[in-house]
C-alpha cells in the first residue's frame, strides 16, 4: 500500500533529574521533547516513529518536512528496504550522519509498525525473534556537574529502585568512586560524551583501570578517530561507543580498529530497525556485544524494546534517569523497578494516548500528503 501523508509533531513534557537542570548543546534542558513522526497508507493504517531528537528536533523536522517526507509519499509502504535504499543515497550528498538520516529513521520506524498491524504481528516477531514479558535495563543518569553529593544521591536512589547498572554522565574519577561507594553491588558505567583528545583519554583510562567499569563510553573526541578509541584498549576497560557512527561501514570501521568491545546503536541516528538488525548481524559476526543508545520515551524507544528482545542475546535498555509528567506512550516507556515491559500487540504495540498527546503536543503538527 502507497504512503499518502507524513506528519511531524513535538511533544513536550516537564521533568525532574535529582539535580538542577544543565545544558545541552548551548540550550537549557529542562523538559523532555520528542520528535514524532505519523505515516498513513492508503488503505487506513498510521504507524508511529521518531527521529533524533533532543537539541536537534528543530533541523531535523525540517530536514524531514521539507526533503524525506516529500520523497516517501507514494511510495510502498512494504518496500522498507527499497525505500531506505533510494531515500538514504538521494540525501547523501546533504550528509551520510546528522539530520536527513534522522529524520528517515523516523519514517522507518512508522513503516516497521505499519507492516506489523497490517500483519497482526509485534515488531520482534517480523524480526524472527521472542519476546519476554520484561527486560532488565540500566539508569543512564544525567550530568550533575561534578558534584558529588548528586552522584552518590542519585545513584543510591538508582539501586534501590532496582538497577543493578548505573550509567555517569560525568568526567572524573571522584564520580566513579564516589557512585561505587553509594551503590556498592551495583556495576559503574561511565559516559563522557566524547570529553578527551587520545593522549587525554589516555591519562584518564589509566587513572580508571583499577575500579571495575563495567565500561568506559566514547573517551575520545572526535568520535570517528577509531585508532585513538583503540589506543586505550591496553588499560583493560571495556570501550563502548556507537551512538554517534555512521550506519554499517561506521561500526565496521570501529569493529576493524578493534576499537570496541560494545556497540551502542541508536534507532533514532542510524536510519531505522533495519539498520539496527544489519549493525547487530556485524556485532555478531566479530564477537562485539550490543547494548542499544536509547535515552528516548517515545516510539524510539519502544522500537528499541522490539529490535533488543529480537535480536540481541542479552539485552539491557538504556533508561534516562528522570521524572516527567504522564506520557503518551505510557506505560512502555515507564521503568519503575529496573526492568521494562515489552509490547505484545501487533507494529510496536504502543499507540500514544490521544488525549495526553493532544495535551503535551507544543506546536500544530507539519502534514505532508499526496
Not at 203 to 230: K, Y
Not at 235 to 240: C, D
Request: hydrophobic share 45%.
Amino acid at each position: 500500500m502507497r504512503i499518502t501523508a507524513v506528519e511531524s509533531s513535538v511533544i513536550s513534557m516537564p521533568f525532574t533529574m535529582g539535580g538542577p537542570h544543565g545544558r545541552f548543546a548551548g540550550q537549557l534542558w529542562e523538559r523532555m521533547e520528542i520528535l514524532l513522526v505519523r505515516v498513513e497508507t492508503e488503505d487506513g493504517l498510521v504507524g508511529w516513529g521518531e527521529a533524533f531528537g533532543h537539541a536537534a528536533i528543530a533541523t531535523t523536522k525540517a530536514a524531514l518536512d521539507t526533503i524525506v517526507a516529500p520523497l516517501v509519499l507514494g511510495q510502498d509502504s512494504a518496500d522498507i528496504n527499497g525505500l531506505t535504499r533510494r531515500v538514504l543515497h538521494g540525501v547523501h550528498l546533504l550528509g551520510r550522519n546528522g539530520s536527513f538520516v534522522y529524520a528517515f529513521s523516523g519514517v522507518e520506524i512508522a513503516l516497521w509498525d505499519i507492516m506489523g498491524k497490517r500483519c497482526g504481528q509485534p515488531v520482534w516477531r517480523l524480526l524472527g525473534g521472542a519476546a519476554p514479558e520484561r527486560m532488565p535495563a540500566y539508569a543512564s543518569l544525567l550530568s550533575y556537574g561534578g558534584d558529588l553529593d548528586l552522584v552518590a544521591r542519585n545513584t543510591a536512589e538508582a539501586a534501590a529502585r532496582g538497577y543493578r547498572h548505573i550509567k555517569l554522565h560525568e568526567v572524573t574519577r571522584e564520580a566513579v568512586l564516589a557512585a561505587k561507594r553509594a551503590a556498592p553491588g551495583a556495576e559503574i558505567m561511565l559516559d563522557v560524551n566524547c570529553a578527551w583528545t587520545p593522549p587525554v583519554a589516555r591519562e584518564m583510562a589509566r587513572s580508571l583501570a583499577g575500579d571495575g567499569l563495567f565500561w568506559l563510553e566514547e573517551p575520545v573526541w572526535p568520535p570517528e578517530d577509531a585508532g585513538g578509541l583503540a589506543s586505550l584498549g591496553q588499560y583493560g576497560i571495556p570501550l563502548s561507543a556507537g551512538e554517534n557512527t555512521a550506519g554499517l561501514f561506521g561500526f565496521q570501521t570501529l569493529i576493524e580498529a578493534g576499537a570496541i568491545e560494545i556497540a551502542q546503536p541508536s534507532v533514532t541516528k542510524v536510519g531505522g530497525i533495519g539498520e539496527m538488525r544489519r549493525v547487530i548481524g556485524l556485532c555478531e559476526a566479530h564477537g562485539v556485544t550490543v547494548m542499544p543508545h536509547s535515552p528516548y520515551f517515545g516510539p524510539g524507544f519502544v522500537a528499541t524494546l522490539h529490535v533488543a528482545a529480537a535480536l540481541v542475546e542479552r539485552p539491557m535498555i538504556e533508561v534516562l534517569w528522570l521524572e516527567m509528567e504522564p506520557n503518551p506512550f505510557d506505560p512502555w516507556v515507564r521503568c519503575p523497578d529496573g526492568q521494562v515491559r515489552v509490547p505484545q500487540g501487533p507494529g510496536l504495540g504502543a499507540d500514544p494516548d490521544p488525549d495526553i498527546l493532544a495535551r503535551t503536543t507544543r506546536l500544530p503538527p507539519t502534514r505532508i500528503a499526496l
